[in-house]
């Protein structure tokens, strides 16, 4: 990522974990980024006048920086005051109750863990646009359930067969998988009536427009297709870059956008608001899958949580089996880098959390241990 003006809530990034000023525009050509292929206009790139980076350090700081001016962000601080209030309002959400076993299954998945990362992007988005944090929670709860539901029936035998999820056995190798599918699905239909009778203070029209955006990012037109592409592109040799993109887009970064797009729209943000924030959406979607491509070949099921090398057994195709593992992170530096642009047309202090998620995202490969 190109070096950036100097700003008080960041510390100097780390050089072991952040290249230094490893500029991106010498390296365009050495392989067709899908990037190239969206018009001029789509991405602008206006001068960004922050940049919150996550360090070794629990907070980011920097020695030189007067006592008067804002204190540093704290981003571990922060994802694990976000983290815990998603996992309270899951919890209250989701109780035990009849029928025993599908409550059961729905809150094994649920509660499993995990970083939280969609419902943190989706306050996030709520507060960058001025919002109260808790107006964006129950969306951010109905997020995390869509996107439990989604691990659910990837892990199916039917779908990746995965033996491991964040750490432990599937739900179908605990619960079977006629409950495993049923809890799913269950997931699913609760997540758009939690929107709909948790969310308060947000005007009627809002609503209805969090629940359709919602709607088409895990549909045929979402999260659903890139699923049924992924599925029907296994063991086929001549797929390109172009259709690699339409599989994430569609199967990862369709839900991190609507996550973001919640939000904002839930906080009261301008229809230029949100379309801006939809933009960083987008680059961090498909960053977060270009680097789970590299995690799935660089890291051990123990670090990850889940099996790694499984796109390599099931011969899909990915960033690394097309392009290679260094050209792939220096497609991911790029799609950081285009998502904090999109950024700098808001308050620096609100939009702190939302680079910081960028950088995480783009950095976890060394950032495992962090949080």
């Not at 980011?60 to 005051?81: C, G, H, R």
């Not at 619960?175 to 939690?194: I, K, Q, R, S």
């Not at 498909?286 to 051990?300: A, G, H, N, R, Y």
Request: proline content about 6%; aromatic content about 6%; charged content about 25%.
């Amino acid at each position: 990522m190109g070096s950036r003006p100097f700003d008080p809530l960041a510390s100097q990034p780390d050089p072991d974990i952040y290249p230094p000023n490893s500029s991106l525009i010498s390296r365009k050509n050495q392989f067709l980024s899908p990037l190239s292929l969206r018009k001029p206009d789509t991405f602008p790139v206006p001068p960004l006048s922050i940049s919150a980076v996550l360090t070794k350090q629990d907070t980011l700081k920097d020695e030189n920086t007067p006592e008067s001016q804002s204190p540093p962000f704290n981003f571990k601080a922060y994802m694990v005051d976000k983290a815990n209030s998603v996992n309270k309002a899951l919890d209250d959400a989701v109780s035990l109750r009849d029928p025993l076993t599908i409550h059961e299954s729905m809150r094994y998945s649920l509660l499993a863990g995990g970083k939280r990362v969609r419902p943190v992007l989706c306050i996030a988005s709520c507060e960058i646009v001025g919002g109260h944090p808790s107006t964006a929670v129950p969306a951010a709860c109905a997020v995390e359930m869509i996107h439990t539901m989604s691990l659910m029936h990837d892990d199916l035998p039917c779908m990746d067969n995965d033996d491991l999820r964040r750490g432990k056995p599937t739900n179908h190798k605990v619960f079977g998988e006629d409950v495993a599918v049923l809890a799913g699905d269950a997931l699913l239909a609760f997540a758009f009536e939690h929107i709909a009778t948790a969310t308060r203070g947000v005007s009627s029209d809002r609503i209805v427009r969090v629940i359709g955006e919602l709607a088409k990012s895990i549909g045929a037109e979402g999260l659903v297709a890139g699923q049924v592409v992924d599925i029907s592109s296994e063991g086929i040799s001549d797929v390109g870059l172009e259709h690699l993109e339409f599989i994430h887009r569609h199967k990862t970064a369709a839900l991190l956008e609507g996550s973001v797009v919640l939000g904002a729209i839930l906080g009261g943000g301008s229809d230029d608001e949100v379309e801006k924030l939809r933009k960083f959406a987008r680059c961090i979607g498909l960053l977060f899958q270009v680097v789970d491509d590299i995690l799935d070949v660089t890291k051990s099921s123990k670090e990850l949580g889940k099996t790694a090398g499984k796109d390599l057994v099931a011969d899909k195709v990915t960033y690394p089996k097309l392009i290679g593992i260094e050209k792939s992170r220096a497609f991911a530096e790029e799609l950081n880098k285009e998502a904090q642009d999109q950024l700098s047309g808001f308050d620096p202090e609100k939009a702190a959390p939302l680079i910081a998620l960028a950088n995480y995202i783009a950095y976890r490969e060394k950032l495992m241990w962090c949080l």
